[in-house]
């Protein structure tokens, strides 16, 4: 597609529930980030992968967040056991790879757990 | 070490004037850095970037003024638009990385 896709737009989910967050990258980038951006705040940096591999989780909040790229495009952030602290906008973006290139991003996807 | 402080949180503007918004960062290793502009539902989107070995970087109505030895830099924005209104993020990244340090956002309004 033309731009970086993420469904779905908004999801919410009872506490406890786990949930699968896609984001689609712009053909042919073959890096591919996770950001988290709550309320009034910037994005935060939540993992980073280079292909199919995850080059640096370190921004993971803790092990009920989890993502996969299994063929090096279409990626899942994955929670589970979801928590009231976890509604924010999770946004996904692709570059081209290499250090310092333009990451462009999708338009997020909120999810509010209630 | 690794924060972006920026300032300030909302700003208005009338129509034509210059926007300026700051940023002030505290660990010398940073080495590009890049502005975003979000609106509402949407996802942030680059603005403009500049690297430390560049004092300002202009492009169209937007200017980056970047000032190494104050480790600030700033994104003016000149004859202002209500199509400017938006929130604007400032953020910074370390040489060889990918992920992106960000600021807490500005939220500018233009008054037509």
């Known amino acids: 597609g033309a731009g970086v896709s993420q469904t779905p737009s908004n999801k919410v989910t009872e506490k406890g529930k786990y949930v699968e967050l896609r984001c689609d990258p712009i053909s042919g980038h073959t890096a591919l980030y996770w950001y988290r951006q709550s309320l009034g705040q910037g994005p935060e940096f939540l993992i980073y992968f280079q292909g199919t591999g995850a080059a640096d989780d370190s921004g993971l909040p803790n092990d009920r967040f989890f993502a996969v790229r299994p063929e090096g495009s279409v990626s899942t952030l994955k929670i589970q056991r979801t928590e009231r602290g976890d509604s924010a906008v999770y946004l996904c973006?692709?570059?081209?790879?290499?250090?310092?290139?333009?990451?462009?991003f999708g338009q997020g996807t909120r999810l509010t757990v209630v | 070490q690794q924060q972006v402080k920026q300032s300030p949180q909302s700003l208005i503007v009338q129509k034509g004037g210059i926007s300026i918004i700051n940023c002030a960062y505290e660990n010398t290793a940073f080495d590009y850095f890049p502005w975003y502009q979000q609106f509402p539902g949407k996802g942030p989107a680059l603005l403009i970037a500049i690297r430390p070995d560049v004092s300002e970087k202009k492009e169209g109505r937007f200017t980056i003024s970047f000032n190494k030895s104050a480790k600030q830099f700033s994104l003016h924005i000149m004859d202002s638009q209500p199509g400017d209104s938006a929130t604007y993020f400032c953020?910074?990244?370390?040489?060889?990385?990918?992920?992106?340090?960000f600021g807490t956002g500005t939220r500018l309004k233009v008054l037509a």
């Open positions: 973006a692709s570059s081209l790879g290499g250090s310092n290139t333009e990451a462009f």
């Open positions: 953020a910074a990244s370390f040489p060889g990385t990918y992920k992106y340090i």
